[in-house]
């Protein structure tokens, strides 16, 4: 009888011995080869850890992207960047957030963008999250056909999010920065995403992008577009 009472009551109290994880890590991974009439090959890597206790919250993360057509880079773009935040109520945050780039392809060869703000969780429920930002920074940008350029900058942000099991969801997010030195050098990001979950650990997420520069630099087109499909790594 001891035996039988130890063996139901042992494993409860390992788990609850067990601290609850305050941290997650999502890896990603994207590829696309083609051959015959032409050769094109895309691949994709990104990582975000997420960590949460109490009050504060921290995000870091990475990308990269490379695309080649017929042995010739058409692509190439880099980012890494950390946000921090700290509650002030259930609803309302401050952050800080910092980001950097790389993207000759769309004019620049470095770009620093940094930014302090407020936020809101609007709608918080088990199946709908929407939350937005305002905030003002600091853009600094080495260009790659003209000097480097400069301005302090405001930002808004808004995102949305549909869940429909842990492991599949529906995203929408946009982006609006302003440009206080040169109101028409505006710049417009979004991502429409859909995550479907292949298991605990594993999903696939397809994702389209638009980024648009109103003022790009001389040579480059305003709109960049990228559609992709990843494999996502939960732990």
């Known amino acids: 009888m001891l035996s039988a009472v130890s063996c139901l009551w042992l494993p409860a109290l390992w788990a609850a011995d067990v601290p609850a994880k305050n ?28 960590w949460a206790k109490d009050k504060d919250a921290l995000d870091l993360w990475a990308d990269a992207l490379n695309v080649e057509s017929d042995n010739t880079r058409t692509s190439e773009r880099y980012s890494a960047g950390e946000k921090a935040e700290r509650k002030l109520t259930d609803r309302n945050y401050v952050f800080e957030r910092g980001l950097w780039e790389s993207n000759r392809f769309a004019g620049y060869s470095q770009r620093y963008d940094v930014s302090l703000g407020l936020g809101r969780h609007m709608l918080m429920t088990a199946t709908n999250e929407l939350f937005g930002e305002l905030g003002a920074g600091y853009i600094n940008e080495q260009l790659v056909r003209a000097p480097r350029n400069d301005f ?25 920065l302003h440009n206080f030195d040169d109101p028409n050098g505006y710049r417009v ?40 499909v990843s494999l996502l790594i939960n732990y």
């Open 23 to 50: 941290w997650k890590n999502e890896g990603q991974v994207a590829f696309l080869s083609t051959k015959g009439n032409s050769q094109s090959r895309t691949l994709g890597a990104g990582d975000k850890f997420t």
């Open 152 to 176: 302090a900058s405001g930002r808004l942000y808004a995102k949305y999010v549909r869940i429909f099991t842990p492991t599949s969801k529906f995203s929408q997010d946009g982006e609006y």
């Open 189 to 228: 990001n979004t991502e429409t995403a859909l995550t479907a979950g292949l298991s605990n650990h594993l999903a696939l997420k397809l994702s389209y992008e638009w980024k648009h520069v109103h003022e790009p630099p001389a040579g480059f087109k305003r709109d960049d577009n990228t559609t992709l």
